[in-house]
């Protein structure tokens, strides 16, 4: 991998391969027509940009802020994010292929707050250890996604496509059984219970 680069730096040129990002603050910016591989993002601000028909293939994102990030017609492939706050992002503004054949991107110990992954095709999706407020999962296909350990509290779900997913230790998850297809999904039992919300029915202890 390259030498790192310093936060003085901005993108220059339209082609990035291996290179490391270290402490760039870039706040409010915007790029376009950009390719990042296996490129490395570290402890870097981003937050309000606007990233244009980017291309982010094979990236690592390592405790940045991203929040609030717009990210029109940009393509992503097996990009992760580990200790990144990603508030408020509109992931349904990106370039999705209707040909999926790996999971574009992973969140690991991040904040997804207020995000939107709306009808998007995401199967094997991996959100885990994250904070995931108020994020709509509506008319989405999350199938073999790994859920686990993230707290969904005032998350949508309705018309998803959770099969084989894995809810196990996941918290505040309200998805109505009738109303999203959960086959073959996995839940930890105590949670579990707030799937009969549904039901209209009366549990006593």
């Known amino acids: 991998m390259s030498p790192l680069v310093g936060p003085s730096v901005a993108f220059k040129g339209n082609d990035f391969l291996s290179k490391h990002f270290n402490g760039?603050?870039?706040?409010?910016?915007?790029?376009?027509?950009?390719?990042?591989e296996d490129c490395c993002f570290q402890d870097c601000h981003f937050s309000e940009s606007i990233f244009r028909k980017c291309k982010f293939i094979d990236c690592r994102f390592v405790r940045c802020n991203l929040s609030l990030v717009k990210v029109p017609q940009c393509q992503f492939s097996g990009v992760e994010f580990e200790e990144c706050?990603?508030?408020?992002?509109?992931?349904?503004?990106?370039?999705?292929?209707?040909?999926?054949?790996?999971?574009?991107f992973s969140f690991k110990q991040c904040?997804?707050?207020?995000?939107?992954?709306l009808g998007l095709s995401l199967d094997e999706i991996i959100i885990e250890e994250c904070k995931a407020h108020d994020v709509d999962f509506r008319e989405g296909s999350f199938n073999q996604a790994n859920f686990t350990y993230t707290d969904f509290s005032h998350s949508l779900f309705g018309r998803s496509q959770l099969l084989e997913a894995d809810f196990s230790e996941a918290s505040h998850y309200d998805i109505d059984i009738f109303n999203n297809k959960i086959k073959g999904a996995k839940?930890?039992?105590?949670e579990a219970i707030c799937l009969l919300n549904c039901l209209d029915i009366e549990l006593i202890d």
Do not use: H, M, Y
């Open 187 to 190: 839940f930890s039992r105590d």
């Open 111 to 117: 904040i997804l707050n207020d995000c939107s992954f």
């Open 24 to 36: 760039l603050s870039e706040i409010a910016q915007e790029w376009q027509g950009i390719e990042f």
């Open 85 to 104: 706050k990603l508030v408020g992002i509109d992931w349904t503004r990106a370039a999705w292929s209707r040909l999926a054949f790996a999971a574009p």
